[in-house]
T-cell receptor, first 109, second 112 residues
Framework: GIQVEQSPPDLILQEGANSTLRCNFSDSVNNLQWFHQNPWGQLINLFYIPSGTKQNGRLSATTVATERYSLLYISSSQTTDSGVYFC???????????FGQGTRLTINP | DGGITQSPKYLFRKEGQNVTLSCEQNLNHDAMYWYRQDPGQGLRLIYYSQIVNDFQKGDIAEGYSVSREKKESFPLTVTSAQKNPTAFYLCATGQGGTDTQYFGPGTRLTVL
């Protein structure tokens, strides 16, 4: 099945810093999602981005489908950005999402 | 109030007992999913359903069972056959196919 790898596994930054999270996937996909899991476990949809670039406030994402990777950018980090960031892709044409292991982001005040 | 509700938030079970986790949605989504998350790990698919009265096994279905009698509801039963049931269980919904999935708040199950 498709493999999804995220890097780095952990990232610790000071408030105000910028960060880039990476998601590599092993096969062609027609969809990719980024999620933020808050400290209470809730997964929040950030982006649905099969290709190209999208921006939402301080967050933006870019997927280069031909090279099988996606990047999530967080600018001017805030402590509320802390949590685990997951990317997920569908396997083949199936309904299931395959998740990466996540990047744990800690923003210190 | 719209969205996906899961209950209970925390659940404790003795070994050998079956327990049922509830997932309800009022988003009118056709597809519903159950995922399991272990500490420090990503999510893995247990079961999914694209339509009422139909469901398919995911990657880790052994020891679990589901039903889909109503569009709004997709309960998950963790049976005594599940060897390591302690985990965080997340329900999701979507329009199906490769469309966006939306997640409920989760249920933390602990086996005592």
């Amino acid at each position: 099945g498709i493999q999804v790898e995220q890097s780095p596994p952990d990232l610790i930054l000071q408030e105000g810093a910028n960060s880039t999270l990476r998601c590599n996937f092993s096969d062609s996909v027609n969809n990719l999602q980024w999620f933020h899991q808050n400290p209470w476990g809730q997964l929040i949809n950030l982006f649905y981005i099969p290709s190209g670039t999208k921006q939402n406030g301080r967050l933006s994402a870019t997927t280069v489908a031909t090279e099988r990777y996606s990047l999530l950018y967080i600018s001017s980090s805030q402590t509320t950005d802390s949590g685990v960031y997951f990317c997920a892709v569908p396997e083949g044409g199936a309904q299931k999402l395959v998740f990466g292991q996540g990047t744990r982001l800690t923003i210190n005040p | 109030d719209g969205g996906i509700t899961q209950s209970p938030k925390y659940l404790f079970r003795k070994e050998g007992q079956n327990v049922t986790l509830s997932c309800e949605q009022n988003l009118n989504h056709d597809a519903m999913y159950w995922y399991r998350q272990d500490p420090g790990q990503g999510l893995r698919l247990i079961y999914y359903s694209q339509i009422v009265n139909d469901f398919q096994k995911g990657d880790i279905a052994e020891g679990y069972s589901v039903s889909r009698e109503k569009k709004e509801s997709f309960p998950l039963t963790v049976t005594s056959a599940q060897k390591n049931p302690t985990a965080f269980y997340l329900c999701a919904t979507g329009q199906g196919g490769t469309d966006t999935q939306y997640f409920g708040p989760g249920t933390r199950l602990t086996v005592l």
